[in-house]
């Protein structure tokens, strides 16, 4: 068995609040120095830098991870991962149809950039993806699951757009069992407080700028049996525990 440390929740340039240093060839390069060896890109309602994400990630030997930080109606974070990339990218074509549109102010966001493999800008998001979409909390995990993905709740022990900030409590009536901790030196708090005995805790970054990403035993991992090979069994690997309950 060996570690595989992990980070499900990091941002690229793409999302308004990422630097534009957050390039997918720089991401990769700084996990890969930091030990990270699986990695999800979430940007804000978006996958559209996961396919550069993808392969700058191979090159790097990383295992990649297509995701999303979904914001709800009620303006909640939730993280959505997804096993391929092809189930990324239609749940981001759904998301684009429940999307609020305003326009992108790039003097106060900063530029939305989409780009390749090369970290070239092929592309600019015109409308701002940091605001609240149509869907409600409550309807993401089966939104998700519709393209073979899941989702809980992004960073519940902050103030800025989680759950429990917002709702005054954990949502277990949506019946998640999954969270992500931002600080896992508040885990036991939360888990008396909240009742989250039964919930999976998952620790990750939410770097928007490439010194924000976390070093070496800072991150948490996955021990994964030395008989996986690849990136698609490492990845169904860590899919099959995610979906375990």
Same mark, same amino acid.
């Given at each position: 068995m060996s570690k595989y440390f992990y980070d499900f929740h990091v941002h690229s340039c793409l999302s308004p609040c990422g630097d534009?240093?957050?390039?997918?060839n720089n991401l990769?390069?700084? +996990?890969?120095?930091?030990?990270?060896?699986?990695?999800?890109?979430?940007?804000?309602?978006?996958?559209r830098n996961c396919p550069a994400f993808f392969a700058?990630?191979?090159?790097?030997?990383?295992v990649p991870i297509a995701?999303? /930080?979904?914001?709800t109606s009620e303006d909640i974070h939730a993280v959505c991962l997804f096993e391929t990339l092809e189930? +990324?990218?239609?749940?981001?074509? /759904?998301?684009?149809?429940?999307?609020?549109?305003i326009k992108n102010r790039e003097e106060i966001f900063g530029e939305q950039l989409i780009l390749d493999d090369e970290d070239n800008v092929v592309g600019h998001e015109e409308d701002l993806l940091i605001n609240a979409t149509t869907i409600a909390l409550d309807e993401a995990p089966a939104l998700a699951e519709k393209y073979g993905?899941?989702?809980?709740?992004?960073h519940i022990d902050r103030p800025a757009n989680g759950a429990i900030e917002i709702l005054g409590d954990f949502p277990h009536y949506v019946g998640f069992h999954l969270a992500e901790l931002h600080d896992r030196s508040k885990a036991d708090e939360y888990v008396r407080t909240y009742g989250? /005995?039964?919930?999976?805790l998952l620790f990750s970054s939410d770097a928007h700028y490439l010194d924000q990403l976390r070093e070496g035993e800072d991150n948490d991992w996955f /021990?994964?049996?030395?008989s996986l090979h690849g990136e698609e069994p490492i990845r169904r690997h860590v899919f099959e525990v995610l979906r375990s309950r």
């Open positions: 534009a240093d957050n390039t997918p990769v390069g700084m +996990a890969f120095l930091n030990g990270v060896r699986i990695m999800a890109l979430t940007d804000h309602n978006s996958s700058a990630a191979r090159r790097f030997g990383i995701g999303m /930080e979904l914001t189930d +990324a990218l239609a749940f981001n074509d /759904e998301v684009d149809t429940r999307r609020v549109r993905g899941i989702c809980y709740p992004a989250l /005995e039964g919930i999976r /021990e994964i049996d030395d």
